[in-house]
């Protein structure tokens, strides 16, 4: 099973690949063509060069954009916007350019994240099935290790304007690993949780903590954290349950102690 999906992942990367090479083609003959014009007037004809290659003049603009020999007005501010780390809906609504223009002024690099992270996501899901032969604690120290780096990784990252949901699976699954682990709240109450369907039962709680209330948490500490707020406490995450979740991800490493940030 492991092994049909590992080869169903390898023939998505290999298209991904084919197609992103096809791309780097059309875009060096893009460029040649625009330099060559260049040469001869100031003033380039983007319309010309799509007729040429039987493309759209706003395509070409943007690989010439990609290629870095291409920028005006509008592109300098909304990819100043972009790499401050606004979302696309934030440069919206700063500028008042629609999205489809604002996609089409920024690089096909920026704009290809999400589907190379979605495998990326999908080949470390996998990783996990892989690692079931492993004991308990070398599993749980994988998942943890793996998280960790994959979490921090994406926090640094100012293209995601939300969490990807097969990441949601990742960390849910390393929750599940950790079910029976003795954890302390911040008042020293050691705990443990059972997990059944898509809920947490504390022990030293009657109510369960729902899969939907871990993943907003979740979602909450990333926030604050990407916005340079320190979390030192459950009051921080402000949701419910978050008097166990904090130290549960204390645990698995997506709150960070000041100066432990991960990703090395």
């Given at each position: ?113 999400d589907a190379i992270a979605q495998r990326q996501m999908e080949q470390l899901s996998e990783e996990l099935e892989l690692s079931e032969g492993l004991q308990l604690p070398q599993r749980r120290a994988k998942a943890v290790e793996r998280l960790k780096r994959e979490f921090w ?112």
């Amino acid at each position: 099973m492991a092994e049909a999906k590992s080869k169903s992942t390898d023939r998505d990367s290999g298209d991904l690949i084919h197609r992103d090479a096809v791309r780097r083609e059309l875009i060096e003959q893009v460029t040649e063509l625009y330099r060559q014009q260049k040469e001869i007037a100031p003033r380039v004809s983007l319309a010309g060069i799509a007729e040429q290659l039987n493309t759209t003049p706003v395509k070409v603009r943007k690989m010439l954009i990609t290629a870095g020999v291409y920028e005006n007005s509008a592109s300098r501010e909304i990819l100043a916007l972009w790499e401050a780390g606004k979302s696309v809906r934030e440069i919206h609504e700063r500028t008042g350019w629609s999205v489809s223009s604002i996609h089409s002024y920024l690089p096909y690099t920026k704009l290809s994240r999400d589907a190379i992270a979605q495998r990326q996501m999908e080949q470390l899901s996998e990783e996990l099935e892989l690692s079931e032969g492993l004991q308990l604690p070398q599993r749980r120290a994988k998942a943890v290790e793996r998280l960790k780096r994959e979490f921090w990784s994406l926090q640094r990252d100012p293209a995601w304007e939300r969490v990807p949901e097969i990441f949601d699976h990742l960390l849910w699954e390393t929750v599940v690993l950790f079910e029976d682990y003795p954890f302390s709240t911040a008042k020293n109450l050691t705990f443990t949780y059972s997990i059944r369907g898509h809920e947490m039962f504390v022990s030293r709680k009657d109510k369960s903590i729902t899969r939907a209330t871990i993943l907003v948490t979740f979602h909450k500490a990333m926030e604050l954290q990407r916005g340079g707020n320190e979390i030192i406490g459950p009051k921080k995450l402000g949701t419910f349950g978050a008097s166990y979740l904090f130290p549960i991800f204390l645990r698995l490493g997506v709150i960070a102690v000041k100066g432990d940030e991960q990703g090395d």
